[in-house]
């Protein structure tokens, strides 16, 4: 159970700094929805880069795609 106290914890941090915000929270929110704050945008954007960096770029053996989520039945 210490680590469920852990996470409300930097979870209650993350609101009160303006990191994340409950998604649709006036409309009585949704369970594991997140809006983020600038500083909760700059945060996601330097784990996205480092993840791409890491993973992509000093990979021999990997490459980046972007591809259409919605497809035809």
């Given amino acids: 159970m210490p680590a469920k106290k852990s ?23 949704l369970a594991n929805a997140w809006d983020f704050g600038p500083l909760g945008v700059q945060l996601k954007n330097n784990v996205k880069a480092a ?15 972007d591809c259409a989520i919605l497809m035809n039945p």
């Fill in 7 to 29: 996470m409300e914890k930097i979870v209650a941090l993350a609101k009160t700094r303006g990191f994340v915000y409950p998604g649709s929270d006036i409309y009585g929110g």
């Fill in 51 to 65: 993840w791409w960096k890491k993973f992509v770029q000093e990979s021999p053996y990997n490459v980046g795609v």
